[in-house]
């Protein structure tokens, strides 16, 4: 299963059924769970922690150095959970001491080629990142989130569970829970009903999305006024109480 090729440092940790391709380079302190799949000439540098069932394909380079001026060779970490996909020339920095010190990936993500996340990101489960789509570093993602193709996402950005960007979006503050941004700059163009309805959300909870939709871009009302509304909506339909908890938390503000 390991290629004749590959380079593996003495002090990497490879679990049970892992494969090796041609020329691949397993750099220090990276540890690779049960049944991974590294193709070839793909790069893994440590300190990098990937769980089960990760596949990663052909010039990848995985945890290499933050390309942050203020790094200075401190021991930042990049951790992965299961079931993910890499594909080709994607780039995943570790993070800084200045955050996290480490930058995150959940599980079960497609992050298709060219794909750059920055250090100290936070990626949840379930995301789709379409070839190209770039996150500066400090970027938080929520679950079910899709990033079309270029899109680029400016660093300390936030951008919500079920949310979806169209191709070349420009997103220079954060996107609420539900909505889909496009342009440049990234403005909202509704919800994404398509994205709810294949995650199993029923009729009602859309509608209420759709009705909060409404509060926050239609009204003319500030935040405070649009969250006072939202949260006895909240009370009574669950669905969005991340929707509040989002709007009512720091950030960059949201696009509008």
Not at 2 to 17: C, E, F
Not at 39 to 44: D, E, K, L, Q, V
Not at 120 to 145: E, K, Q, R, W, Y
Request: one cysteine or more.
């Amino acid at each position: 299963m390991i290629h004749q090729t590959a380079v593996i440092d003495s002090s990497a940790s490879l679990g049970r059924n892992v494969s090796v391709g041609a020329y691949s380079v397993i750099g220090p302190d990276v540890v690779i769970g049960d049944d991974c799949d590294i193709g070839p000439h793909a790069t893994i540098q440590g300190p990098t922690t990937m769980g089960a069932g990760n596949r990663v394909f052909q010039y990848a380079s995985i945890g290499a150095d933050p390309q942050d001026k203020k790094y200075a060779g401190e021991r930042t970490r990049l951790v992965i959970g299961d079931r993910n996909t890499f594909r080709e020339f994607v780039t995943i920095n570790r993070g800084t001491v200045q955050d996290l010190g480490e930058t995150r990936i959940g599980d079960d993500n497609w992050i298709m080629a060219y794909v750059h996340i920055a250090h100290d990101c936070v990626i949840g489960n379930d995301t789709v990142f379409a070839n190209g789509a770039s996150l500066a570093g400090h970027v938080l993602v929520g679950d079910h989130v899709i990033l079309g193709g270029f899109t680029l996402v400016h660093q300390f950005c936030r951008i919500g569970e079920y949310s979806f960007s169209s191709m070349g979006s420009s997103v220079k503050q954060d996107i609420p829970p539900y909505i889909t941004v496009a342009g440049n700059p990234a403005a909202p163009h509704g919800v994404n009903s398509e994205g709810m309805r294949r995650h199993g959300l029923d009729r009602d909870q859309i509608q209420a999305v759709r009705r909060a939709y409404r509060v926050i871009y239609k009204q003319g009302l500030r935040l405070e006024q649009a969250l006072d509304t939202l949260r006895p909506m909240a009370e009574r339909q669950p669905v969005l109480q991340p929707l509040v908890d989002f709007l009512a938390a720091d950030g960059r503000g949201i696009v509008r």
